[in-house]
């Protein structure tokens, strides 16, 4: 016999928006940021910037004029992102 679920939205919307889910995106932007370092010349910035919507979030940066060719060129951070298993779409493509 199947029960019946009901999705308790509040619910969820307090987990997204707690500390634990902040801790771990803080934690993978800086896996990712630790990946992308290891790509680039030594004393390359990479920036995390943390930000929320409706839930943490966070975005990784290289702060430096050569980021969007090595991005372009070598896919840094797209394979990063890949290495520490986040998913990377196209978001022109969905």
Not at 4 to 25: I, K, N, Y
Not at 33 to 52: D, F, H, N, S
């Amino acid at each position: 016999m199947l029960e019946r679920f009901e999705l308790d939205s509040a619910g969820v919307r307090e987990f997204l928006g707690g500390s634990e889910v902040r801790a771990m995106v803080d934690g993978v932007a800086e896996d990712v940021r630790a990946r992308v370092r290891a790509k680039l010349p030594p004393g390359t910035r990479v920036e995390i910037k943390k930000y929320e919507t409706d839930r943490g979030a966070a975005s990784v940066t290289v702060a430096d004029v050569r980021g969007m060719a090595w991005q372009a060129r070598d896919g840094i951070l797209t394979r990063s992102a890949g290495e520490a298993g986040i998913e990377v779409k196209d978001w022109r493509t969905g």
